[in-house]
């Protein structure tokens, strides 16, 4: 069994920030990599930022320079730092955690929710 845990969601002005975080707990082995996704109301689930066990990140254009990614192997932990947030950032924020070769796998988070206030 794995539990995917986030945190640290809520109401913000627009410019300010917020930091997520994402906890992976349970029967993991062989993390390769974790990732940030959000969906507004209305619209599809989109990737925001993937980091993986050796480090590299990846981010969507709509955030690159204002958003970074970033884990604690041993906590098997991803964080989500969002800085100059605009109200286009309002969404629920879903951490995924894969791993696994011979018997892949994927867990998602329940979701923490981010609303940027104008």
């Known amino acids: 069994q794995v539990q995917v845990v986030e945190s640290g969601g809520g109401l913000v002005q627009a410019g300010g920030s917020l930091r997520l975080s994402c906890a992976a707990s349970?029967?993991?082995?062989?993390?390769?990599?974790m990732r940030w996704y959000r969906q507004a109301p209305g619209k599809q689930r989109e990737l925001v930022a993937s980091i993986t066990s050796g480090g590299s990140t990846n981010y969507a254009d709509s955030v690159k320079g204002r958003f970074t990614i970033s884990r604690d192997n041993a906590k098997n932990t991803v964080y989500l730092q969002m800085n100059s947030l605009k109200s286009e950032d309002t969404a629920v924020y879903y951490c995924?955690?894969?791993?696994?070769?011979?018997?892949?796998?994927?867990?998602w988070g329940q979701g923490t929710q981010v609303t940027v206030s104008s």
């Open positions: 995924n955690v894969y791993g696994g070769y011979v018997d892949p796998y994927d867990y």
């Open positions: 349970g029967s993991i082995f062989s993390l390769r990599g």
